[in-house]
């Protein structure tokens, strides 16, 4: 299992084939990456990324135990970013081994609904207008409750 | 104890982190008590549901109890992802 919470950009290729490789008895490699994107009525300058140091990697490392325990899983990554990151940069990367296929799509929709909600990041939009705290969404609450 | 703020509650009270003498059994007791401080408190505390709380870097309700606590943080609704 990898964990990691930086600054610095992931490339995306060797994560993933460092996450399929080295197994015999898995089938299924699902990978999501998150994407900064500019949907703001203004243009998007930027999106800042906050978070609580001492609590994040204890909060993620919970997440995925809880997905190996909820699924058969091989392995879990879940890298994200924090900082000042452009339009169409990778936030973060969730990935997830399986001997099939239905676990290891569910476990990484589980792993990001509850990245979403329950690991403590900010996100802050800085456009043209000016500075703005990403509100959370009702529906984004909404969805750990059908896990 | 230490007392962490972070996003828009960080900003309304200026400082990211401040140790904080209290008697206050639990979150709601230490909130009360910081609202009765200065202005940039009620500002940052006025609506509790837009506010969430980790004791000890565990996120908790704000009934919970906080003796024996070493780090209380009061936050935005998290957006990671």
């Known amino acids: ?147 | 104890m230490d007392v962490l703020y972070f996003a828009w509650v960080r900003e309304r009270i200026g400082v990211p982190k401040e140790a904080v003498e209290t008697d206050a059994k639990t979150v709601t007791d230490l909130v009360a008590e910081l609202r009765s401080r200065e202005e940039r408190y009620e500002a940052a505390f006025a609506d509790l549901s837009a506010l969430r709380v980790a004791v000890d870097q565990e996120l908790t309700d704000f009934d919970a109890s906080i003796e024996g606590a070493r780090e209380v943080a009061f936050f935005p609704p998290m957006t990671g992802g």
Do not use: C
Not at chain 1, 56 to 84: F, P
Not at chain 1, 94 to 111: I, M, S
């Open chain 1, 1 to 147: 299992m990898k964990i990691a919470v930086q600054t610095e950009a992931f490339d995306l290729g060797a994560e993933a084939s460092a996450l399929a490789q080295g197994h015999r008895d898995m089938g299924a490699v699902v990978t999501f990456i998150g994407v900064v994107r500019d949907l703001a009525e203004s243009d998007l300058d930027r999106m800042v990324i906050e978070h609580y140091p001492g609590m994040t990697l204890k909060a993620i490392q919970a997440i995925a135990e809880d997905a190996k325990s909820r699924w058969n899983l091989g392995d879990v990554l879940v890298i994200h970013r924090y900082g000042d990151l452009a339009p169409g940069e990778m936030i973060m990367m969730v990935g997830t081994v399986a001997p099939h296929r239905k676990d290891a799509f569910e476990a990484a929709e589980y792993l990001m609904d509850y990245l979403k909600s329950r690991a403590p990041f900010w996100k802050k939009e800085i456009t043209s207008d000016g500075a703005d705290w990403v509100a959370a969404k009702d529906e984004d609450e909404d969805a750990l409750s059908r896990w």
